[in-house]
C-alpha cells in the first residue's frame, strides 16, 4: 500500500449505516472498516532537506551570483533537481552562502 491512503467517510451498503472505508490512492483496493476507530495516525511529511539527500548533498555543490532574500548576501550555493516531469525544466535549490544566515529557497 502506498502511504497516500486515507479513510473516507461515505455511506455504505455495509450493514445499512454509515462507516469509514479505507481506501488505496494508487490502486482500487477499497476496505470497509467494522471496528470503531479510536485514533488515526497521519504519517510525518519528511523536511525538504533530507528528501534532496541532508547536510551532505550541499558539501560539493557550486556557487552562483544570486541574492539571498534573507540576509541579501550576493552568493548562494545551488542544485539542479529534476523534480516533475521531464518534459519540464528542472528546479534550482539554493543555499545561502553566508554561514550565519544559511536560507534556503528554490526557483
Known amino acids: 500500500m502506498d502511504l497516500r491512503t486515507e479513510f473516507m467517510d461515505i455511506?455504505?451498503?455495509h450493514q445499512g449505516q454509515k462507516c469509514l472505508r479505507f481506501a488505496c490512492n494508487t490502486c482500487p483496493y477499497v476496505h470497509n472498516v467494522t471496528r470503531k476507530v479510536n485514533y488515526r495516525k497521519?504519517?510525518?511529511l519528511k523536511e525538504v532537506d533530507d528528501v534532496l539527500g541532508g547536510a551532505a548533498a550541499w558539501e560539493n555543490v557550486d556557487s552562483t551570483a544570486e541574492t539571498c532574500?534573507?540576509?541579501e548576501h550576493p552568493r548562494a550555493y545551488f542544485?539542479?533537481?529534476q523534480t516533475r516531469?521531464?518534459?519540464?525544466p528542472m528546479t534550482?535549490?539554493?543555499k545561502c552562502c553566508n554561514a550565519?544566515?544559511?536560507h534556503r529557497w528554490r526557483d
Open 11 to 13: 455511506h455504505s451498503k
Open 42 to 44: 497521519y504519517p510525518k
Open 69 to 71: 532574500p534573507k540576509c
Open 79 to 81: 542544485m539542479q533537481i
Open 100 to 102: 550565519q544566515c544559511g
Open 92 to 94: 534550482t535549490f539554493y
Open 85 to 88: 516531469s521531464a518534459d519540464e
